[in-house]
């Protein structure tokens, strides 16, 4: 089946510096790459959809100088927070479609727990 | 705008007992598709069933079965025979036909008891 991982699994960095999470598709090629951010015992919410190739689209309230998005190769999309807060500190999980198979799921990756001291 | 309604904060059922879980949507499209998710403690998202809006008839994968009434804009999950490993919390997700994104409920938390 369709695999997504993300690295790291957990980040601990301190406020005002920068971390990266890392989002790929182990066993497809994905042209969209979904993120979405989850605080605690609260739904999934879209934060952007990055195209490969091209500019992440933002959803509404998201800021992109804060959450940037790159989508550099068919199995690879990154989300750097940059000048993190404590305010940042939350789960953010990834997303993928395969959509040469034509699918019209989106498979998960297992989500990197941010925490901004 | 699409919205995704989940009434049922939290719900419990005893081991090998049957439990439905509500969920209901507004759009004004015609084709779209349905899913419930689960994320148990582990937090890693997983599909348990989809439902295309064109089709009348309802989904089921093994014990998980859904009611799909397109009229009345609502798509409950049942989940029968529950098990302990079926403790998680669920999230209804609506997805317009040749669009990406995908809106989620605000999720149930459903807790099963030996």
């Known amino acids: 089946g369709a695999v997504v991982s993300q690295h790291p699994s957990w980040v601990i960095c301190k406020s005002g510096t920068s971390v990266k999470i890392e989002c790929r598709s182990l066993?497809?090629?994905?042209?969209?790459m979904f993120w979405y951010r989850q605080f605690p015992k609260q739904s999934l919410m879209l934060m952007a959809t990055?195209?490969?190739?091209?500019?992440?689209?933002?959803e509404q309230g998201v800021e992109k100088d804060k959450f940037l998005i790159n989508h550099a190769s068919l199995t690879l999309s990154t989300l750097t927070v940059t000048s993190a807060h404590p305010e940042d500190s939350s789960f953010y999980i990834c997303s993928a479609r395969d959509h040469a198979s034509g699918g019209n799921e989106q498979y998960f990756g297992p989500g990197t727990r941010l925490t901004v001291t | 705008a699409q919205t995704v309604t989940q009434s049922q904060p939290e719900m419990s059922v005893q081991e090998a007992e049957t439990v439905t879980l509500s969920c209901t949507y507004d759009?004004?499209?015609?084709?779209?598709?349905l899913f419930w998710y689960k994320q148990p403690p582990s937090r890693q998202m997983i599909l348990v069933i989809r439902?295309?809006?064109?089709?009348?008839q309802n989904a089921t994968e093994n014990r998980f079965s859904v009611n799909f009434q397109k009229a009345a804009k609502s798509f409950s999950l049942k989940i029968s025979d529950s098990q302990l490993g079926d403790t998680a919390m669920y999230f209804c997700a609506f997805r317009v036909t040749n669009t990406d994104k995908l809106i989620f409920g605000t999720g149930t938390r459903l807790q099963v008891f030996p």
């Open positions: 990055s195209n490969e190739g091209s500019k992440a689209t933002y």
């Open positions: 439902q295309e809006a064109y089709k009348q």
């Open positions: 759009t004004s499209e015609s084709n779209y598709y």
């Open positions: 066993d497809f090629q994905a042209t969209t």
